[in-house]
T-cell receptor
Framework: GENVEQHPSTLSVQEGDSAVIKCTYS??????FPWYKQELGKGPQLIID?????GEKKDQRIAVTLNKTAKHFSLHITETQPEDSAVYFC????????????FGTGTQLKVEL | NAGVTQTPKFQVLKTGQSMTLQCAQD?????MYWYRQDPGMGLRLIYY???????DKGEVPNGYNVSRLNKREFSLRLESAAPSQTSVYFC????????????????FGPGTRLTVL
């Protein structure tokens, strides 16, 4: 089955700096790669996703890049703010109905003032 | 719209007791999922239901059963709880919305924190 590895497990940045979280996946058939943000005591919330036919996608301060050949994808957050502090999860799947996501182990991001 | 709702929010069980976790969604989604979240291990899929009337095992199904009661509701049952089932349980759903958004996006509920003593 699919295996997703995520690094780093913790990340501390100064407000205004950029943060990068990296994930690798094992199954070349995977074609859907979402990123979730989880705040304390809440369920994960989708922040951005990318499909295998796209190399990069941006949404304001958030961007995701995908390298299909190397089987890795990354989340980039620019101009970080204190409210970006949370746990971020990457995931991979083959998409479609009954979409079985395989999650990474999460990155605790702390944005310090 | 409430999205995905889960009950109860918290539960403490003794080893061997049984209980059912309830999940409902009001987004008219076809697919529903149950995950468990343990420290340092991310979220792992227990069972899923691609559509009403079907259920399939995920990565960690042992010790659990599910029922897709109707399109809105998907329950998770622990027949004989064990301490290893202490976890936070999340229900999620996905499906094409009336606005045409992707079938792949999964929307998560707030979770149920279960402790088995």
């Amino acid at each position: 089955g699919e295996n997703v590895e995520q690094h780093p497990s913790t990340l501390s940045v100064q407000e205004g700096d950029s943060a990068v979280i990296k994930c690798t996946y094992s199954d070349s058939a995977s074609n859907y790669f979402p990123w979730y943000k989880q705040e304390l005591g809440k369920g994960p919330q989708l922040i951005i996703d990318i499909r295998s036919n796209v190399g990069e996608k941006k949404d304001q301060r958030i961007a995701v890049t995908l390298n299909k050949t190397a089987k890795h994808f990354s989340l980039h957050i620019t101009e970080t703010q204190p409210e970006d502090s949370a746990v971020y999860f990457c995931a991979a799947s083959m998409g479609g109905g009954g979409n079985k996501l395989t999650f990474g182990t999460g990155t605790q991001l702390k944005v310090e003032l | 719209n409430a999205g995905v709702t889960q009950t109860p929010k918290f539960q403490v069980l003794k080893t061997g007791q049984s209980m059912t976790l309830q999940c409902a969604q009001d987004m008219n989604h076809n697919s529903m999922y149950w995950y468990r979240q343990d420290p340092g291990m991310g979220l792992r899929l227990i069972y899923y239901s691609a559509s009403e009337g079907t259920t399939d095992k995920g990565e960690v199904p042992n010790g659990y059963n599910v029922s897709r009661l109707n399109k809105r509701e998907f329950s998770l049952r622990l027949e004989s709880a064990a301490p290893s089932q202490t976890s936070v349980y999340f229900c999620a759903s996905s499906g094409r919305t009336s606005g045409g958004l992707s079938t792949d996006t999964q929307y998560f509920g707030p979770g149920t924190r279960l402790t088995v003593l």
